[in-house]
């Protein structure tokens, strides 16, 4: 449908429409960067969106039981901030408006979380919005089946470009949803067939429709400029019993001379060309000026679901007194109330039994105990179940059969388990945990980055931590993932020793509220090191003094997970010398790294020689070996510096000189 | 078809398909550890490829152009094993498969690239065979339009199992191999319905041919045990004019108790289960015991490839003799005779117009040079041409109309493109480079890791590379990735401060032929640093002397890329205080790493103070800082310590204290 035909049939929906692509062009001139394309392209869409479907209410924006909107798209921005400012979300005023993309203004150039509300994951890498809208719509079912629809009863629209589906994480997205027949998913592609570098055409032939359809989804279509089409087939996909992808035919940088290209998937900042737009859209008012008939119609817009919101609170209030705190607690994301005790009990119940135990296997022993006490956690893995050590026996599989069943099959699908896990925590009301190789981190990372940028409490269960996996090999050793893990901002990487540790380390993964954590566990079977019991969480500081020298401290020995009991060995081996020898496990250098000076001074006092064991590579734990400023000690480090190697755990920590020998050799070389 | 069928019918195929069976059950045996049900499925597909179709010969198993086969599933590495020892190639000695697994052996726990011949590339990460395929069957359209069928003329076949379909790269692979046409490349798919956490309908119900055919492939179908539907599907794959995927229906560990089961898909080890399996095939030999009628069946196709090798040996040496030195020159991954001088041309002009520019403009510059001396180069860019300036005018663009380009639009697939890189390498002949922006290194991770593991010289353009590119915010920015790619073992991290450390920079990752290079380039205009023209390389050191202290070295000052001419201004601003000051350009820390200890102590003396000035997390650089023992200097770092954010990239810098001012500061604290 075209301009003049628009506005002569539609012309209410027109003007409204035409608020966004104005406000639009507005903004990113004066940012004089951004992206213009995309909201001019679908500005019909999302006037209908949310005109006549999307649940919503910009007084209560968090509400829980809000269908959820996810701009895939993100470099769109400017699609979402006109949307809640011109619906009345009183963070998207119009100064921010003005401020696109300035320091400090909530409307940084792709949507954040947490900086505006409305906006319910950051998006711009693309792939990630799509994908985190599966992980939404997985924890809508599951509450939905746990709690009743009275509660938990709504949609999860996105809208997603060609950069998204063509984005591998899409497929396995995709692939997930269609497993579990996500009816409540409805994906919006904006088909304008433009990239960056030219037409869709120049790198894809691929037939969309036919792709969503081979797993399983509904597929509709529309002519995207077209409000009568667009509410048909949203009304058609919401109630199609799987998920639904809608292909909405547009036209980029609608009405501008850039119009159809990859120029107008940019910045649009021309006067002329704007000028020219505007005229072409019949807009006669100024810059970020919206005539009061507009703004009033949007403003009823914004309006319409204060009364769904108000019922919805009703029937919540209705619930028992205890359902709903516990409600609240769960979607407060507030740790089980049992879980302090329930970790406690797992700690005295390993130092009174202690036994040799990959620390996969002891994070299992902790889950057991902690999910039947924690029904918010929705566990999963990869593929490796068995390996991951995810599963307990209370869970049940979540499934089309079974929305109840708290443990997901992902399939081989690192990046998309990810992905769901980030829109499963966004959603709120569950906190999500899965598994796969640690190596395999590298498959995730994209959205790992985005648990650790948004704040959110996803847990990424890594086991198979080094080369201790043996056999398998270099492609599934991780000798770099605790150090790219480590550099990533707000992340906590927990490498314990032992059973006490884990459970250490996953009482505190599972009270974070605005921290991801890393659970780096163990193949091969370990020694205890925490031999007598204690309530304190002592991985709560990050590091702690294990084994405290004998005599005159000369060494320090620092290590974490698996080589914690070959810094023992050595430490007995140098004590046995003489040498008096402090161990230091360092089960999270964050949380050490949180910690004030005195506290690391007394763990980390200068002058004894420091030698770290893990196996990994150095780097990142230069600051713990040599002192932050420089000059406080002597160091070496024992652990990796090349790629692994095929072979059974023993031989590989022979050869790569990862032992207990080496250690003591290194701390008397310093001597 | 089932055991006894085949048996009756097909006796010649059982007995040799049987082979590969035992040896893998053997060999798995011996490990106490592997994969014994996808050989065991797979055994007839492969049988009957590697008799009727695949052309190779063990007597020069590096034949440029020998087809390509690709295990893409490669957990189950006994079946290429077995093909390669039965088949006659040396180093897959019977003793090999005894040692399947062991430290030292070339027989690893999944294939590696470098370890065995006829290993084309390394697998087991899932979906990455597969993608690299598409990158084999790239390359091969590439040379076969430049050199002539004559000389290049093969195919490339894939065995990939539901793990490499179900993850994301394997779609972006598909896309690719779609949109070119690689009629070349079959994928024959071992549709075995097992994963090894159950069924594969347990996480997945997509249509795997539909989806195949949705991306412009051309699907066929056969039982994957019956030789003669095999042989048949071949061949319609063959004559197919687009990529053809070939659905095997298999039984994995087809004849034991664990036929069709998840325990089929891990080792089969128990003594029982193995000698009831022999029986079931028949098979009444020992272990590792190949009767002398199979093997001398298998020697036979093992030979079968030698005339055509032949012919075509005779076809290159009719070639004159240039071309026959060119060609062997890509084949062995030799640098273009003229880069030192094209290198040294772009340097003499920057040193003579010294510009401002960034440095992603600056590698344009450079690729300008050195694209039309060295004609093996392949460029491309996921989707952001513009941006990473990969694209010069010689070019032209690779497409089913037109092979002979040299640039991939690789559209919106990071993780595919390195993928198909890693293949295009593998395969000889052409030297890849693509581009992204640095912070979705993350896509791309899983394929840049085995780039490094491989050994393998691609080259990744990662331009957009700090904060400095500003508005997009902290989605696009890197601060961690500097710090990822330097934790990997084997990787040039290349961050170049102006156009002549960039073509500095270029040379070296053009004249490597192990180790694969990450350009870290930035989006913002950066003043010349190098301002007197040398012929040398100064970057070949990893880190130089820029400039040097006036009078008594206090302060050294480190920097790489955009930040040295920040340390230039804090420098002149500490030497304006009496405060003597050297500044050193650090372009690449590994190669500084690698230099003798003199040099390092040269350029990095104790002593003097030190600051480091980068715009990423402080990871990576203590070893520089503080000295890689300890006590060797007092040291600030000045740089990120958290996501960046989104403004104007100026602003940035002050807000997050990278700044002259801020070094100079930290230094004299110091002091």
Redesign the interface.
């Known amino acids: 449908m075209d301009i003049a035909s628009l506005r002569a049939q539609h012309p209410d929906h027109w003007k409204k429409a035409c608020a966004i692509r104005v406000l639009t062009l507005d903004a990113v001139a004066a ?1 004089n ?2 992206h213009s394309g995309m909201p001019m392209g679908m500005a019909d869409v999302a006037t209908v969106l949310f005109e006549k479907h999307l649940n919503f209410d910009p007084t209560d924006p968090k509400w829980p039981n809000r269908d959820r909107f996810i701009l895939s798209a ?1 470099h769109g921005s400017m699609l979402i901030y006109s949307l809640l400012h011109l619906t009345g979300y009183k963070q998207a005023s119009l100064e921010e408006l003005k401020n696109f ?5 909530r409307t ?3 949507p ?1 979380f947490g900086h505006m509300e409305g906006v319910e994951t ?6 990630q919005g799509i994908s985190n809208a599966v992980g939404f719509a997985m924890a809508e079912e599951s509450l939905r089946a746990r709690w009743g629809a009275k509660v938990m009863d709504h949609y999860t629209y996105v809208i997603a470009g ?2 998204c589906l ?7 997205a995709i ?2 949803a ?2 579990h027949q996500l009816s409540r998913l409805i994906v919006l592609w904006d088909d304008n067939g433009i ?4 037409k869709v ?8 429709k ?2 969503f ?4 989804w509904d597929v509709f279509e529309c002519d995207g400029h077209d409000p009568v089409e667009i509410d048909a087939a949203l009304d058609k996909a919401k109630r199609s019993p799987r998920p639904a992808m809608i292909a909405c035919k547009t036209h980029i940088a609608l009405g501008s001379s850039a119009q159809d290209t990859s120029k107008g998937h940019g910045a649009l900042t021309d006067k002329q060309l704007i000028a020219d737009t505007r005229a072409a859209y019949g807009w006669e008012h100024g810059p970020f000026e919206i005539p009061a008939d507009v703004k009033s119609a949007w403003e009823a817009i914004g309006a319409r679901g204060a009364a769904t919101r108000a019922a919805w609170a009703e029937r919540l209030a209705a619930l028992p007194q205890g359902k709903q705190a516990e409600f609240a607690r769960i979607f407060a994301g507030d740790p089980a109330p049992k879980l302090v005790s329930a970790i406690r009990g797992v700690k005295k119940a390993a130092v009174e039994t202690p036994k040799k135990m990959a620390t996969r296997s002891a994070s299992e022993v902790v889950l057991a105990a902690v999910n039947p006490i924690a029904q918010e956690t929705i566990g999963g ?1 990869a ?5 991951n050590n995810t599963k307990t026996a209370d869970l049940g599989v979540f499934d089309p059969t079974n929305r109840k069943g708290r443990y997901v ?5 690192e ?2 388990m990810a992905a769901a896990m980030n829109g499963m925590a966004l959603h709120g009301g569950v906190r999500p945990y899965s598994g796969t190789f640690m ?2 981190t ?2 995730a ?2 959205s790992m ?2 648990s ?2 948004m704040g959110i409490p996803v847990v990424y269960v890594m086991t198979h931590d080094s080369i201790g996996l ?7 050793q991780p ?2 993932h605790l ?2 893990s ?5 992340t906590w990487v927990f490498r314990p020793a032992d059973l006490v540790e884990v459970a250490e380390a996953w009482e505190l993964a599972l009270s974070s509220k605005t921290t991801p954590s890393v659970m780096a566990l163990s193949r091969q079977g370990l020694a205890p090191v925490r031999t007598t019991h204690t309530n304190q969480n002592l991985s709560a500081r990050g590091a702690y003094v294990l084994a405290e020298a004998t005599g005159k401290r000369q060494v320090i020995l620092i290590a974490t997970g698996s080589e914690v009991e070959i810094a023992l060995q050595a430490r007995a081996a140098l004590e046995a010398e003489g040498i008096g020898t402090r161990v230091v496990s360092m089960p999270c250098m964050e949380l050490f790294a949180a910690q004030d000076e005195a506290y690391r001074k007394k763990v980390l006092p200068a002058g004894p020689v ?1 030698v770290a064991v893990e196996a990994g ?4 734990w ?2 713990w ?3 932050e ?8 480090f024992v652990g990796m ?3 692994g ?4 755990a023993e ?2 920590y022979q ?1 790569f000189g990862i032992t207990a020998d080496n250690a003591v050799a290194q701390a008397k070389a ?1 001597l």
């Open positions: 940012a960067s951004g993100g993309r300035q320091w400090g203004a940084a150039g792709h954040e950051t998006t711009g890498p693309l792939g060609d950069g063509m984005e591998g994480v899409s497929q396995e692939g997930i269609g497993k990239t960056i570098d030219g055409e120049l790198s894809d032939v691929t037939d969309q036919a792709r359809a081979a797993s399983g893995s593929d490796l179940t068995g390996s099959y992902w399939g081989i699908r990046h998309g190596a395999f590298d498959y990372r994209p980055r985005l650790a940028l043996g056999e398998d090999g270099p492609t599934h000798v770099e150090a790219i480590r550099a990533t901002p707000n420091r590579v150095r780097q990142g230069d600051r070996l040599l002192g400023r420089g000059k406080e000690a002597k160091a070496a510096s090349s790629f190697a095929s072979a059974p031989r590989l050869e310093l």
